[in-house]
Antibody, heavy 119, light 107 residues
């Protein structure tokens, strides 16, 4: 099982970006994928989750309307995107896969994608 | 929103000692709580799920207990590789959320 995330992004405020998380070694469509934010030197924040099989998506209220989570099960890939970045979006973003029988515990993680937003 | 409060913020212990980390929820989360370990520059690693179930490949020196609002992660005898930051995550109430973390450092 492996989750491989796309590379670091450096953007300006107001720009858009879409980062990805490609799963392999398991049935990608059958396990929830979560996105977690970690701002510089800070703790973990649960952003939202998607079930690639039917694209059922659930957001934390703190992130609802701020980001879009999507998935393409034919490509075994989940996405996290912003339409208009802010400096406060600077963080490492992790994707992770749920365990068997528990949609909200995560046993495999991507390596993280650093998004830097600066003018 | 359920708030998770971890204590202590920092725990200073020596290898071989026993570590006890606490996670308290502002309202009951049943047994829907997990523990993660994170080392610098690495993603989190699942240690315990459903409050007391050890994840695959996790050493038996890690154990979790508790239900409702009070949870404990115990490391029976610290190894050098155990010094890291530990987070609890609840999903008993919407939205899921992490505690602020406990830093376990070498004394």
């Amino acid at each position: 099982v492996q989750l491989v995330q796309s590379g670091a992004e450096m953007k300006k405020p107001g720009e858009s970006v879409k980062i990805s998380c490609e799963g392999s070694g398991y049935n990608f469509a059958s396990f929830w994928i979560v996105w977690v934010r970690q701002m510089p030197g800070k703790g973990l924040e649960w952003m939202g989750t998607i079930y690639p099989g039917d694209s059922d998506t659930r957001y934390s209220p703190s992130f609802q309307g701020q980001v879009t989570i999507s998935a393409d099960k034919s490509l075994n890939t989940a996405y996290l995107q912003w339409s208009s970045l802010r400096a406060s979006d600077t963080a490492i973003y992790y994707c992770a896969k749920s365990v068997v029988g528990d949609s909200y515990s995560y046993n495999y993680w991507g390596q993280g994608t650093l998004v830097t937003v600066s003018s | 929103e359920t708030v998770l409060t971890q204590s202590p913020a920092t725990l200073s212990l020596s290898p071989g000692e026993r570590a006890t980390l606490s996670c308290r929820a502002s309202q009951s989360v049943s047994s829907d709580l997990a523990w993660y370990q994170q080392k610098p520059g690495q993603p989190p690693r699942l240690l315990i799920y459903d409050a007391s179930n050890r994840a695959s490949g996790i050493s038996a020196r890690f154990s979790g207990s508790g239900s409702g609002t009070d949870f404990t992660l115990t490391i029976s005898s610290l190894e050098p590789e155990d010094f890291a930051v530990y987070y609890c995550l609840q999903h008993g109430n919407w939205p899921p959320g992490f505690g602020q973390g406990t830093r376990l450092e070498i004394k």
